[in-house]
């Protein structure tokens, strides 16, 4: 785990340009479109299809996937509360460097805990470039039982058996969000049409 102990001879260099410019360039305001849901439950599928829509008209846009930064970042992280509060505080400060330079950043993340979310959501918007309320919370609901039909790596049934502990919705808990910016049932409704309801809300956020 990181040093806990905050250097206090470094101080933050702004750039002379502001989130204004970056917007007046890319007709957009850099966001942080923050999925969660448990494991199975669509969010990878969601985030890749709304960034190919968001490229497709004309914006800049890029999905931070919870197992690519696991591949590198976050490659020293276990899954143990610890280590999961560790890989969503990381993942969350380099949404905001992404969201800084405008981009709109799409996450694929359990984050199964609320108060490690609602952290994420303090480091986004607490960026130094001045941008407030840039962070959008995205539910992608999907029952258990669901998830486990579909189990795509076959997480669930080594869980069952007992081969991988602390899993999300089995060993672990998932936190639900109680009132999340963004609500889809991922089960209930086509890939497209979720998409769609995430595009719409966007754009009635003023993103």
């Not at 899993?167 to 890939?191: C, K, L, N």
Request: a neutral charge; proline letters at 6%.
């Amino acid at each position: 785990m990181p040093n806990k102990h905050h250097p206090t001879n470094i101080k933050w260099h702004p750039t002379r340009v502001t989130p204004e410019h970056r917007a007046r360039l890319l007709q957009q305001h850099g966001c942080v479109v923050w999925m969660t849901g448990l494991s199975g439950s669509g969010k990878s599928t969601l985030a890749v299809e709304l960034e190919a829509q968001l490229i497709q008209r004309g914006h800049a846009a890029y999905v931070l996937d919870g197992d690519n930064v696991r591949h590198g970042l976050n490659a020293d992280l276990d899954f143990s509360p610890a280590g999961r509060r560790e890989n969503i505080r990381r993942i969350a400060h380099v949404a905001a460097l992404l969201a800084d330079a405008g981009i709109i950043t799409i996450t694929a993340f359990i984050s199964p805990y609320a108060e490690d979310r609602a952290s994420a959501r303090n480091i986004v918007n607490s960026t130094r470039a001045g941008a407030t309320d840039r962070f959008r919370e995205v539910f992608v609901d999907t029952p258990l039982s669901i998830c486990e039909q579909r189990d795509p790596k076959a997480l669930y049934a080594k869980a069952r058996r007992g081969e991988i502990t602390d899993f999300t919705g089995i060993q672990a808990p998932f936190e639900a969000p109680r009132a999340p910016d963004i609500h889809v049932h991922a089960s209930a409704h086509p890939v497209p049409d979720c998409v769609a309801i995430i595009l719409e809300q966007l754009q009635d956020f003023g993103v």
